[in-house]
């Protein structure tokens, strides 16, 4: 639905890294955002569906995918939250392992836009589990969750995600980024 406004986006803003999940189903659509700028692109419910279409994104596009791993008390939920699967989190993770993905976005659903705190622990123990990095989403608040993953960062934390806490003011954006790249 936002794939044209993302695309332009990209297009504006080159030297922007730019990531997009969400209706990933096809290799002609990996082609069109990644053609537009997109540095990366996301694959989630379909990776927990057909593992196998994750493989082979990653070898027609080495480099440029990233698994999304929604779970709900470690169990990996698809279509948009509504199912949770049989299958931990770290198992997914563990799948792609020797795929070439370049990283995993992690969402404690339990936590998403909750403004609890960001489940470091689970994060952690994913990353550490697949030897994937993991960019921690779900409960990013304020610096203290950004210090937590900084702390952790050397076992396998490459990033956060946030959104509703920049929105309501609790952290600051600018702050986090300058505290990240010292």
Avoid: H
Avoid at 51 to 57: A, E, G, H, L
């Amino acid at each position: 639905m936002n794939g044209e406004a993302v695309k332009a986006i990209a297009r504006a803003n080159p030297a922007l890294p730019i990531q997009i999940g969400g209706g990933i189903r096809n290799a002609d659509i990996i082609e069109a955002y990644l053609s537009a700028g997109v540095s990366y692109v996301i694959i989630g419910t379909k990776a927990v569906k057909e593992p196998q279409f994750v493989t082979d994104m990653c070898k027609q596009f080495p480099g440029k995918i990233i698994v999304g791993i929604d779970a709900q008390d470690g169990m990996v939920a698809t279509d948009g939250w509504a199912e949770v699967s049989t299958v931990t989190a770290a198992d997914l993770a563990r799948q792609f392992a020797s795929d070439g993905v370049s990283s995993i976005v992690y969402t404690d659903i339990a936590r998403d836009g909750m403004m609890q705190g960001v489940n470091v622990e689970a994060t952690v123990a994913l990353a550490e589990a697949c030897g994937i990095p993991v960019i921690a989403s779900g409960g990013v608040t304020n610096m203290d969750d950004i210090r937590a993953l900084k702390a952790v960062s050397a076992r396998g934390i490459l990033g956060a995600i946030t959104g509703r806490a920049i929105y309501e003011g609790s952290l600051d954006l600018n702050q986090a980024q300058q505290f990240c790249n010292s």
